[in-house]
């Protein structure tokens, strides 16, 4: 089977119904002939769902890259679908089928299933059912509020004409055979918006698709991917560097991705490495980039690279036969550079008509390093104010009362696609003297001062709770995912959940298809000037440090104050520094602590008992009175230590512990008294040999990741009681073969890719909330076998039915 992201939610009975086959996957004649314009048709009854599940579905699978038809009028001429439908459903790759509690009333609806089911006989169409607050058994048997539907349209038949006997009946097998497919169950659900991700995920992975998402408002994107493209070679074997340059804001990332996706089909393999100015700074930054690299053009998940010098060997021997395309994002120094293309003796790394793009703000960076060169030119007054209007009033032209003030407005934005979204994004539904007042500021600013007039969308969010959030991002936080964000600002007292949504839908915040917190550069640093304005002279008066040569000042004096309530120091492990941890002392507000490459001498207890979110990579042992009862996350990647705690704490507020690539961690911590952890992460742990059995003391817990601990022998029975547990992982578990004799309680997703699992107990296989099991490339399970026992499972549910 697949292994892929299944679905999962919190609240809703969201999984594969309980026939978990592909319908329309086997016994299929060779590829048909005709064209896939679409990648999904989309059938469902308009009354239910239009305005609805399904128009957001539809909106969530087109942001993610994937082209979508669907019937927006709903005009139903007659009682058979037109011809157009039937030719949009042999013309598309996959049908989603939204089942809701109407459908069957319609034979429309009826229709177009079966010619979706025709489809998925005939060809490699695939269907995938969406059980929308119905149950798969009420499909399959007609029964309940679906059957009383599928009823009226049986009688209202029998009024008006002769009802077909067999069209009835085919309607009934079409209804079963949809209902026994590999479907997503949506009852209950607290939240759609997750729901919905994860049919997103499902359908991506059956398309393979590789698309990256350019933009909501595409404008004057075309013509430069256009003059870009003319640079290319069209019959030269030989490799090509180009570097893409211009200003930040001015669109080079978004151009690059558009290529990308335009040319990157004619590539043995492609790879876009996104804002390496940003991630190579982390701790193994670059290293972690480049195992990016290799695994999106070599498909091999084990790859380990201890150090950037390896990399680039590795590099030069694995792509020196592939042409390849690779994107180099946002590059601002030549160790990036040398990182992935070596000193730029390009001909032996990579194979025949490759071509690698590099995009960057510094131009001294290409000049003697790459072929060509392409400037990055500002948009046109007509483009401008297109996207402005797109933004602003969510068409492509100004409204008529606001045609001279959204011209002005553009002029004073000078061409920058950043600064139009921005600003468009801030005036959308502004009253005229709001607009005014905006005017007026931007003319008081001087040109080039972009990041002044990016400020004027900060300066306009509603609350103080807003701007904070903003800040905390800015200063902590991108990168990281949105739920682990929300859950530690949401205990300080912010409305996190719906602050983020706001800065998302002003363009201040971005969150990417993985659920990943983004900031422009442009606006980073306007939010980090914002804080460095508090105090401009004086760091440690300031209420957030993340500036290394101003962090490291405030602890070598040990001078920080009481308004300081976050702090975040990066080093590089061979450079780590030591300081006393009398430097918190007076740091009295301090909630949040980012540490990487530091050494911290004395006892903890001068850290402040407020501390929410504690993240220290490299730790090499737990310093005395280490951990706070306040702690929401605790986050101790690549540490030394081979255990957290000797005796039990009692920690109510944790809800994240992330262990990853601790290689000296021998034993999980105990869990009894941490009631409200929700995930927990245990990554590349190899020694660790033994998971507490208070695991099963963790009620609330959502995710368990314990990929690549190649230590452990077996799992704590108490496990498989935890009923809130939607995800567990245990990929690169090479000791673990067979599942223990339990049943899994709750709709768990389990991933065990490369891992040798011999033996499912037959009581894992029978529970019927489980969501989904892949076994992908578990070297010991024989295929048959796996079909045998599914097929047990079908066989023993058909005779329980009958």
């Given amino acids: 089977m697949e292994n892929e992201k299944p679905p999962s939610s919190s609240s809703s009975k969201l999984g594969f119904s309980p026939n978990d086959q592909v319908f329309g996957r086997r016994n299929r004649p ?227 991705k558009a290529i990308y996706n335009k040319i990157g089909c004619n590539f043995e393999g492609r790879s876009f490495i996104a804002n390496i100015r ?86 001294r960076l290409l000049k003697g390093r790459v072929d060509k060169i392409y400037n990055m030119s500002i948009m046109t007054e007509s483009e401008s104010l297109e996207l402005f209007s797109w933004n602003a009033f969510k068409q492509a032209s100004p409204m008529g009362d606001f045609d001279r003030i959204s011209r002005n407005v553009v002029k004073y934005s000078e061409g920058l696609p950043l600064a139009l979204e921005v600003l468009g994004s801030y005036l959308y539904h502004k009253t005229e003297s709001e607009w005014e007042l905006v005017l007026e500021k931007l003319q008081k600013i001087p040109n080039n001062h972009v990041q002044n007039k990016l400020r004027i969308s900060y300066d306009g969010l509603n609350d103080d709770d807003e701007q904070e959030i903003f800040l905390d991002i800015a200063c902590f936080f991108i990168g990281m995912d949105r739920n682990d964000v929300i859950l530690i600002l949401k205990d300080r007292g912010l409305s996190a959940e719906i602050g983020i949504r706001v800065l998302v839908e002003r363009s201040l915040v971005t969150v990417d298809n993985k659920n990943i917190l983004g900031m422009h550069g442009l606006m980073r640093d306007m939010g980090r000037e914002i804080i460095r304005e508090e105090s401009p002279r004086r760091p440690e008066e300031r209420s957030r440090l993340w500036f290394y040569q101003d962090v490291i000042e405030v602890l070598s004096e040990q001078n920080g104050k009481e308004g300081v309530l976050g702090l975040a120091l990066e080093l590089p492990i061979a450079n780590a520094k030591y300081f006393s941890t009398k430097a918190f002392e007076k740091m009295e507000r301090l909630r949040f602590l980012k540490l990487d490459g530091v050494l911290l001498v004395g006892d903890f207890e001068y850290v402040s008992r407020d501390l929410r979110w504690l993240s220290w990579n490299g730790l090499k042992q737990i310093p005395r009175n280490f951990f706070r009862e306040n702690l929401v996350s605790i986050e101790l990647e690549y540490s030394q230590v081979k255990h957290l705690w000797k005796k039990t704490l009692r920690m109510e507020k944790l809800k994240i512990l992330n262990l990853s690539h601790s290689h000296f961690l021998t034993r999980s911590p105990d869990f009894s008294n941490m009631p409200n952890l929700e995930k927990l992460v245990l990554k590349d742990c190899p020694l660790l040999s033994k998971i507490s059995p208070s695991i099963g003391h963790l009620n609330k817990i959502l995710l368990i990741n314990l990929e690549d601990c190649s230590g452990l022998r077996s799992l704590p029975r108490s496990i498989y009681k935890l009923k809130s547990l939607k995800t567990l992982i245990l990929s690169g578990c090479v000791h673990i073969d067979e599942l223990e004799e339990e049943q899994i309680e709750s709709s768990t997703t389990l991933h065990e890719n490369i891992t040798p699992i011999t033996r499912i107990s037959f009581s894992v296989i029978r529970s019927k909330s489980i969501g989904y099991i892949s076994l992908c490339g578990c070297e010991g399970f024989s295929r048959y076998v796996f079909l045998f026992i599914i097929w047990l499972w079908m066989l023993r549910y058909a005779l329980i039915c009958i």
């Fill in 278 to 363: 940003e991630n190579g700074e982390k701790i193994n930054g670059l290293v972690s980039l480049q195992e990016q690299l290799l695994f999106d053009i070599c498909k091999e998940t084990a790859i380990k690279i201890p150090n950037i010098q390896s990399g680039i060997t590795m590099l030069r021997s694995r792509l020196s036969l592939k042409k390849v395309l690779i994107v180099l994002d946002d590059i601002n120094t030549l160790e990036q550079l040398h990182a992935f293309c070596g000193s730029f003796r390009y001909p032996e790394w990579f194979g025949p008509r490759s071509i690698i793009i590099i995009t960057t703000r510094d131009k």
């Fill in 30 to 256: 060779e590829p048909e002939p005709e064209i896939k314009i679409h990648d999904v048709f989309l059938s469902f009854r308009g009354e239910d769902t239009r305005a609805s599940f399904t128009s957001h579905l539809c909106t969530a699978l087109q942001n993610a890259g994937i082209k979508v038809f669907i019937d927006d009028n709903d005009l139903q001429k007659g009682d058979h679908i037109s011809p157009s439908l039937h030719l949009a459903i042999e013309q598309s790759q996959i049908s989603i089928v939204v089942f809701s509690i109407n459908y069957p009333d319609s034979r429309w609806c009826l229709d177009e299933l079966g010619k979706i089911i025709e489809c998925c006989r005939t060809t490699k169409h695939v269907v995938v059912p969406v059980f929308y607050h119905v149950d798969p058994s009420e499909v399959r048997y007609q029964r309940g509020d679906f059957g009383v539907s599928f009823q009226r349209l049986l009688n209202k038949m029998e009024k008006e004409v002769d009802l077909d006997l067999l069209c009835e009946k085919r309607w009934r097998v079409m209804l079963r055979l949809a209902a026994n497919t590999a479907g997503f169950v949506i009852l209950n659900s607290r939240n759609e918006s997750e729901d919905i991700k994860t049919i997103v995920d499902k359908v991506s992975h059956l398309l393979n698709k590789s698309d990256l998402f350019i933009a909501h408002n595409p404008v004057g994107i075309e013509s430069r991917v256009q003059d870009v493209i003319q640079l290319l070679p069209i019959q030269s074997n030989d490799v090509l560097l180009l570097g893409m340059w211009g200003m930040g804001g001015i669109g080079k990332t978004t151009i690059a």
